[in-house]
């Protein structure tokens, strides 16, 4: 049986997996640029990780709106059935905390380049207008700002792998496998 594209009230779609892990990729790819350029001595091996840093996150934004707009047109799989009240309060804020997060911190990044006036195209191909006026305290804010989000970013991240583990090891659910690549779980 081919894999499903769409999204059923019972599973997960390929498409929607796809979002998913390829999002989950790219955000710990990105872990590894910003924690690397930001460590970087200032030499154009430094530049050159912040573009790759800078372009890819404007990539898990694409990535993220596209997923929304397939989510809104798409059934959502019914939570699991045997999730507590409190569990199932806590998915739906933690999703919603995801997107907001996947989408605030790349439109951060941007204000902080353009507050530093820092000409910047995606993959040096596409150049971006700056958002904001040149501003270094604003830049300051901004990048702490930036710092901020990701903390929370990583926690959250954590706690989304511990409760998919938990479902999967512990109550032994379909919340884990339905994500997982493959034929969609019924």
């Known amino acids: ?8 009230r019972e599973s997960w779609g390929s498409l ?23 460590a970087w001595r200032l030499s154009p091996m430094k530049l050159d990780l912040f573009v790759w840093h800078k372009s890819l996150g404007f990539v898990i934004l694409l990535l993220v709106l596209l997923r929304l707009i397939w989510r809104m047109v798409n059934p959502t799989p019914a939570l699991s059935a045997g999730m507590s009240g409190i569990e199932r309060l806590g998915a739906r804020a933690s999703h919603g ?46 990048e702490n700002a930036h710092f901020v989000l990701f903390s929370l970013l990583s926690l959250l991240v954590v706690v989304h792998a511990g409760a998919a583990l938990r479902h999967h090891f512990v109550k032994r659910d379909e919340v884990l496998s339905r994500m997982l690549f493959g034929p969609p779980r019924t």
């Open 1 to 8: 049986m081919p894999p499903m594209l769409r999204n059923s």
């Open 97 to 142: 905390l995801f997107y907001v997060l996947l989408i605030l911190l790349p439109v951060n990044g941007w204000v902080i380049n353009s507050a530093a006036n820092v000409p910047f195209s995606i993959f040096w191909l596409l150049p971006l207008p700056a958002i904001v006026a040149p501003s270094p305290a604003l830049a300051g804010t901004a």
């Open 16 to 38: 929607a997996r796809f979002f998913h892990w390829a999002v989950a990729a790219l955000v710990l790819v990105q872990v590894a640029l910003g924690l690397a350029a930001s």
